[in-house]
């Protein structure tokens, strides 16, 4: 504990307060010795960081529960399956800073529900780099994070429609083996309708 604590530049009753504050695991026990290793020091840092980014104690605890119960990488990605997304790797504290004031429990856990966001060990990774950029503008627009992420949620309920609509059409007239290659036509379609819907809508 003293050589943790030392690594992490804080003191052992600090330390401590963390341990039972549950916002560090217990440390591995062999007989009367109790094994810390680099996650509990990679924990250490980020608690230090969020603190100084104005997260309290309590808040830095809920977000910890709420990272903790989220699924890993490999559940959410579906090692294997194609994509034209691309990940991106966050700390806590880089996520904090993406969405400045908007990393609050509940939100963690909507994204993490959504499966934009997965664990992979001590690091968070946000399956598309793209929808990652566009969250962080629109909150920076004033849009608040629960807004997007609600949207979010609605859009998909459609994108997924569409896209059960594309490859039951696809499917029945191409041959086998052919519905990825024509994947950036269905994506062509939906692009161009969502334009034409927004200046119906913007007009009115």
Excluded: C
């Excluded at 966001?117 to 994070?145: C, K, M, N, W, Y």
């Amino acid at each position: 504990m003293e050589e943790l604590a030392k690594e992490a530049g804080i003191t052992v009753r600090t330390l401590r307060f963390y341990r039972e504050r549950g916002l560090i695991q217990p440390p591995r026990r062999e007989g009367r010795i109790a094994w810390y290793d680099e996650h509990h020091l990679a924990r250490l840092r980020t608690i230090a960081a969020l603190l100084e980014r104005g997260h309290t104690l309590n808040g830095i605890a809920d977000l910890a529960t709420a990272f903790e119960s989220g699924r890993d990488v490999g559940e959410v990605l579906g090692l294997g399956e194609p994509t034209e997304e691309t990940p991106v790797r966050l700390s806590p504290e880089e996520l904090a800073d993406y969405f400045e004031g908007e990393v609050t429990p509940e939100n963690l856990a909507a994204a993490l529900d959504l499966g934009y966001l997965a664990t992979d060990g001590d690091e968070i990774v946000h399956i598309s780099r793209r929808l990652l950029d566009v969250s962080a503008a629109l909150v920076r627009e004033g849009v608040p994070l629960s807004v997007v992420l609600d949207a979010a949620r609605r859009v998909r309920s459609h994108a997924d429609a569409l896209a059960d609509l594309f490859a039951e059409v696809l499917s029945a007239h191409t041959p086998e083996g052919e519905v990825e290659r024509l994947r950036p036509l269905a994506k062509s379609v939906v692009e161009a309708e969502l334009s034409m819907a927004l200046d119906r809508r913007l007009r009115r």
